[in-house]
């Protein structure tokens, strides 16, 4: 009889899947929950726009038909929220950190990044949780452009930290030489947000 750490896990090896992918403390779920404080915002694509701003060369306001015609990546990756829920093979679509980068030329002392999203929520990285392959601003999810709920027209996606670093409704980058703590981690989630360490509260 096979014994197993879990219910989480047990679950993961009967559908055949590598139950090293989930990390401590987390469950697997086939749907995509909707989580966010406030409420859904009204978005009109033809006033909408991204800055990238801060500590870059060139500060960078892009229209919506701007930043679609940049190039365009696809990633599939395994999403962890907090509140303990993951999803496998989550696939998105969208424009990758390097394509703007190379519009703005990051000073050589950025060293983080606040997401700003609509309605003021924040969200804080280092900026080499942008500059890796899997991460994303992203405009698809699945085939489909983002729904409302889920941060239409453009969202944040850093899939290596729990999911409230993935700001939704991402209007702007800002680059930094210090980090300052987003929205959720003023209201103290841990500022790494690491799933493998389970950094979920507390710096
Ligand atoms: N703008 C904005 N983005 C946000 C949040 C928020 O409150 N506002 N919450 C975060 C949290 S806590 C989570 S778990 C994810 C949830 O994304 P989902 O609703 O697409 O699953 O969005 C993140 N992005
Ligand atoms: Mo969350």
Do not use: I
């Amino acid at each position: 009889m096979p014994l197993f750490r879990s219910k989480a896990e047990q679950k993961l090896v009967e559908r055949g899947l590598d139950p090293a992918r989930l990390p401590p403390g987390q469950y697997l779920t086939e749907k995509w929950p909707v989580l966010h404080a406030g409420s859904v915002p009204k978005t009109d694509l033809a006033t909408w726009n991204f800055e990238v701003f801060g500590e870059v060369e060139r500060p960078l306001t892009l229209t919506w038909d701007e930043l679609r015609e940049l190039p365009a990546t696809e990633v599939t990756v395994d999403v962890h929220c907090v509140t303990r829920w993951s999803r496998f093979d989550a696939r998105f679509r969208g424009v990758h950190w390097r394509e703007l980068a190379k519009l703005v030329e990051p000073k050589p002392h950025a060293r983080f990044v606040v997401a700003h999203a609509e309605q003021g929520f924040t969200s804080n990285v280092p900026l080499e949780a942008l500059e890796a392959d899997d991460a994303l601003l992203a405009y698809e999810a699945d085939g489909e452009p983002l729904t409302p709920d889920h941060g239409w027209p453009l969202r944040l996606l850093v899939p290596s930290r729990y999911f409230w670093k993935s700001a939704k409704w991402l209007r702007g980058l800002e680059l930094r030489t210090t980090d300052q703590p987003g929205f959720w981690e003023r209201y103290g989630y841990h500022n790494d947000a690491d799933y493998w360490e389970e950094e979920r509260y507390g710096f």
